[in-house]
Antibody, heavy 117, light 107 residues
């Protein structure tokens, strides 16, 4: 059974960089596209970006200048870094796998990230 | 980016009711449309993929239809565990985009 688990700080100061990690269990990360999705409180879902098993990335153009994703196949993990955090980035951040057809069958439980001084 | 519009944004229904939720894309997306169910404090759960394919383990009272720009999620007989918010998502173009959600509430 494929499971994902996000980890990282729950509180980030304005202008600082967010760093989150997603650990995949029950399968090899080499077999999946992996993505980050975020959801502000009471709002809808926003795609942040994805990383291919080979390491190529695709980011939401609205965040592209601030986002970096990476993969560590030895640890079965992938990571998100988001620079210059502001209050607008406060959200629950989910990691999820993406199938070749573009749907997201497996999700982490989500981690709340709050931007505040 | 492709815009996804859901209607209604919320609806009230009773157990046993037939519920339909509409999702419209700003351009044709073939059948690259997927539906998720989200309960409060939980991650979204895939319900339907490819417009009409039922995800494994999802009850058969859920069904999806449509192609091009107009899509429908139907719950044939609403059960207590179905009260949730439902989101559509397109994967025809990058970036993937989601509808604004449709909340199914207890009448």
């Amino acid at each position: 059974q494929v499971q994902l688990q996000e980890s990282g700080p729950g509180l980030v100061k304005p202008s600082e960089t967010l760093s989150l990690t997603c650990t995949l269990s029950g399968a090899s990360i080499s077999n999946y596209f992996c993505s980050w999705i975020r959801q502000p409180a009471g709002k809808g879902l926003e795609y942040v970006g994805r990383i291919h098993p080979g390491g190529s990335v695709s980011y939401n153009s609205s965040l592209q200048s601030r986002v970096t994703m990476s993969l560590d196949t030895s640890k079965n993990q992938f990571s998100l870094m988001l620079d210059s955090m502001s209050a607008a980035d406060t959200a629950v951040y989910y990691c999820a796998t993406i199938s070749y057809s573009g749907y997201m069958p497996y999700w982490g439980q989500g981690t709340q990230v709050t931007v505040s001084s | 980016d492709i815009q996804m519009t859901q209607s209604p944004s919320s609806l009230s229904a009773s157990v046993g009711d037939r519920v339909t939720i509409i999702c419209r894309a700003s351009q044709s997306i073939s059948t690259s449309l997927h539906w998720y169910q989200q309960k409060p404090g939980k991650a979204p759960k895939l319900v339907i993929y490819g417009a009409s394919s039922l995800e494994r383990g999802v009850p058969s009272r859920f069904s999806g239809s449509g192609s091009g720009t107009d899509f429908i999620l139907t719950i044939s007989s609403l059960q207590p565990e179905d009260f949730a918010t439902y989101y559509c998502q397109q994967s025809f173009n990058s970036p993937p985009t989601f509808g604004g959600g449709s909340k199914v509430e207890f009448k």
